[in-house]
T-cell receptor, first 112, second 113 residues
Framework: GQQVMQIPQYQHVQEGEDFTTYCNSSTTLSNIQWYKQRPGGHPVFLIQLVKSGEVKKQKRLTFQFGEAKKNSSLHITATQTTDVGTYFCAGEVAGANSKLTFGKGITLSVRP | NAGVMQNPRHLVRRRGQEARLRCSPMKGHSHVYWYRQLPEEGLKFMVYLQKENIIDESGMPKERFSAEFPKEGPSILRIQQVVRGDSAAYFC???????????FGPGTRLTVL
């Protein structure tokens, strides 16, 4: 079955450092979505990427969809303590009845 | 416009009991999805429902688990004869159409003693 992989599962950075994480799918995706979950909270939608090579920015966050639509990246510039949480990518395969396959997520901790 | 609502937020059951988890989607959303999250794991898709219909239940265990989304009222995820391994956070999400953003509820954290 389809797999969405996020490695590593944990990353620790110093406040102010940049952070990049990647998401890889075993199959071509129709779109990819990113969610953020704070400790004890629920996933909150951040962004959806649809087009090959698409790049979207939200303040200090930059999201990119790979040319082959099988991978994606999230880059955070100058991390802040408010960036702490688990970032999940979720891929949707065309014709899959809108079923999202989530990666295991990467938990980011930021040292002040 | 209220977000996705789930209740109860926390549920404790003894082995062998039944657990009923409720989800009220956002107003205007007719698509509901249920996910299970184990500690330090990602979200595992369980079932996708549209009003009165199960569209995709490929992630549901074959036994003890069932889901419904009646014409009136919330979507219900029902777990019969719970076992310790069912302890997890269960999230519901809703969307207005297929292939739209999914909005998650706060989750129900089920603990089986």
């Amino acid at each position: 079955g389809q797999q969405v992989m996020q490695i590593p599962q944990y990353q620790h950075v110093q406040e102010g450092e940049d952070f990049t994480t990647y998401c890889n799918s075993s199959t071509t995706l129709s779109n990819i979505q990113w969610y953020k979950q704070r400790p004890g909270g629920h996933p909150v939608f951040l962004i959806q990427l649809v087009k090959s090579g698409e790049v979207k920015k939200q303040k200090r966050l930059t999201f990119q969809f790979g040319e082959a639509k099988k991978n994606s990246s999230l880059h955070i510039t100058a991390t802040q303590t408010t960036d702490v949480g688990t970032y999940f990518c979720a891929g949707e395969v065309a014709g899959a009845n809108s079923k999202l396959t989530f990666g295991k997520g990467i938990t980011l901790s930021v040292r002040p | 416009n209220a977000g996705v609502m789930q209740n109860p937020r926390h549920l404790v059951r003894r082995r062998g009991q039944e657990a009923r988890l409720r989800c009220s989607p956002m107003k205007g959303h007719s698509h509901v999805y249920w996910y299970r999250q184990l500690p330090e794991e990602g979200l595992k898709f369980m079932v996708y429902l549209q009003k009165e219909n199960i569209i995709d239940e490929s992630g549901m265990p074959k036994e003890r688990f069932s889901a419904e989304f009646p014409k009136e009222g919330p979507s219900i995820l029902r777990i019969q004869q719970v076992v310790r391994g069912d302890s997890a956070a269960y999230f519901c999400a809703s969307s207005p159409t297929t292939s739209d953003t999914q909005y998650f509820g706060p989750g129900t954290r089920l603990t089986v003693l």
